[in-house]
């Protein structure tokens, strides 16, 4: 969650800093968590649902506490819950085509609010999720499952 607070996201890629933009964030990065983790065999693709399942329970306890209304926040906790698998597989997709930046660029630019009318952004983010993808595909999933993830710097991959 810190790391989708990082500035970077919303003033140097251009992702709107709207609660749709964070909740768009969030799930961009824990795609390549929840990849790693899926490849680690049975234990990893338990760990990875229930990664899942915290971010489902996190959506619905920051929508009450938004006050949305009580009828509502099922239906809204159920879209994003649809939003993390639809994105994830999307995303995987893109990043193992044969030119994946510009392939995960285009879906970042399709899925995530502001970057449609930022092409530069969206490929500088496709940039920065590919080499956190890369980063995490090293760390142990005890690391993983102890909160000890490093991304690489928001701020450091170039817009062009």
């Known amino acids: 969650m810190a790391q989708a607070r990082q500035p970077a996201f919303f003033e140097r890629y251009g ?19 929840l990849e790693r983790l899926q490849a680690d065999g049975e234990h990893g693709r338990r760990s990875a649902r229930l ?20 009828m509502s926040v ?9 939003a993390l698998g639809e994105r ?6 893109a990043a193992e085509t044969p030119e994946p930046a510009p392939a995960l660029a285009g879906e970042l630019a399709a899925t995530l609010p502001g970057l449609d009318a930022n092409p530069e952004g969206a490929s500088a983010l496709a940039r920065y999720v590919l080499a956190a993808r890369a980063a995490l595909a090293g760390t142990s999933t005890d690391a993983l499952e102890g909160g000890r993830i490093t991304f690489p710097d928001p701020a450091a991959t170039a817009v062009s």
């Open 15 to 33: 992702v709107l800093d709207t609660p749709e933009g964070r909740t768009a964030v969030i799930i961009l990065l824990l795609f390549p968590v």
């Open 51 to 70: 990664l899942s399942e915290t971010f489902v329970t996190d959506i619905d306890d920051c929508l009450r506490e938004m006050g949305v209304g009580d």
């Open 74 to 82: 099922p239906k809204k906790v159920k879209r994003a819950a649809q």
């Open 88 to 93: 994830c597989l999307a995303y995987r997709t």
